[in-house]
């Protein structure tokens, strides 16, 4: 029987750093990838998916190996009538998590790459990758536009949901909100930078807005912005599952 994925989440553990310990904020002094890889312990092998995600700790992220297992192993023990929900894929990072490794699991990326992307860097590393991946994951999409207008046309049941586009205090509210109609009974959503104040309290007030609806499973701090462990923070919600008949 597979961990659920707040047991996976609670077992992985770090060998040095830990994520209460501070490191460097500035983004290009972070550890190496062999050096996070080596830090990371993960509770359960999946050897294969893991080498997958190996590939892509070289590339501009704003996460970390531990949250790309933790996206990965959702999104394939997610029930295959689902999809995977992806708003703010930036260069790609999150957004490929969960694909590789799941040729069979409807994965969607919405990005209007408004954040990040000088000379338009962000959108055309993340349309090289992409090209790339959806040659051998057919199941794939992506939308490049607001995430709002993005929800006027989502019609499949989520199963997985990220929300990681604009992280002000309305934006990261309204990004969970406007994803709830469509989150199937026993939805796991995944939000990061929860070391924001507002990011924080947002994801809060979402939940006690739907009293009963929604459970916290796991709220981790780190020291610092660009953490190897938990980046800047994450939480993991779930939709409260359908009576087992
Ligand atoms: C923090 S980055 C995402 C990082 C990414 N998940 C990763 O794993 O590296 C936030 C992204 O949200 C996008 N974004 C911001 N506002 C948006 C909006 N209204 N609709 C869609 N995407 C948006 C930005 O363009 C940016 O690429």
Redesign the pocket.
Known sequence: MPLSAAEYLQQIQFQHLQPSHPTSEDYAARITPSEELQNTLLPEAAELSEQLLHTLLGM????TFAVASLINKMVREMPADQCFL??????????FSGILGNPQKKCIG????????PDNQ?RETFMRLYNRIRSQYTETLFYE????YYFQHHQDPVGMD?Y????SYA?QLKGLQIAEPVLAPGALILVD?TNMPHVHQATLDFIALKPDQYTLLADLKTANNCHPTFWNGIMLLQKTPAPSL
Request: hydrophobic share 30%; charged share 20%.
């Open positions: 501009p992220r704003m996460s992806n708003v703010g894929t930036w260069c790609g990072f999150s957004f919405v990005d209007n790459f408004s954040e990040f992307n962000a536009m607001d995430y709002q990220i990681d586009g604009e992280h934006n930078d």
